[in-house]
């Protein structure tokens, strides 16, 4: 039996449809809404769920994006070091407990918005296509 190793999309293979930005800043306000109320310990294991994928589908975006710009310009710099802490931010794991989740939830919620103010700015899903 032969071993089948996934390997990331090319350039030419991925998706080129524009981010949900609608979508993925209301999912990071559930958590940073001045008026957000604690969610319960199952529905913030999904919103983290969640907000892990936002932040693993913008990274890749708003990386490409910034790599499109010239390398002494200063919001590339900006959204590559976003794009870093984002990435830092995956690989960091949650506390035991629920106030310690709540705040890894947060700060991947703000990790999202970050991403999309980037994309956003950067002027990513312009030329991805519609979103009618």
């Known amino acids: 039996m032969t071993q089948r190793i996934a390997q ?31 969610p319960t310990a199952a529905e913030l294991e999904t919103l983290t769920l969640q907000l892990r ?33 984002a990435r830092m931010r995956l690989n960091l794991e949650p506390g035991h407990t629920l106030p310690a989740q709540v705040a890894h939830a947060q700060r991947l919620a703000r990790a999202v918005n970050a991403l999309v103010d980037h994309y956003e700015n950067l002027g990513g899903g312009e030329n991805g296509g519609s979103t009618d």
Not at 8 to 36: E, F, S
């Open 8 to 38: 990331p999309p090319t350039a030419q293979g991925r998706d080129h449809r524009p981010l949900d930005v609608q979508t993925m800043r209301a999912c990071a306000r559930r958590l940073l809404a001045d008026d957000a109320e604690l």
């Open 53 to 85: 994928g936002h932040v693993m589908l913008a990274v890749p975006e708003v990386e490409t994006v910034a790599l499109t710009l010239p390398k002494d310009d200063v919001p590339r710099a900006c959204a590559l070091a976003c794009v870093g802490e």
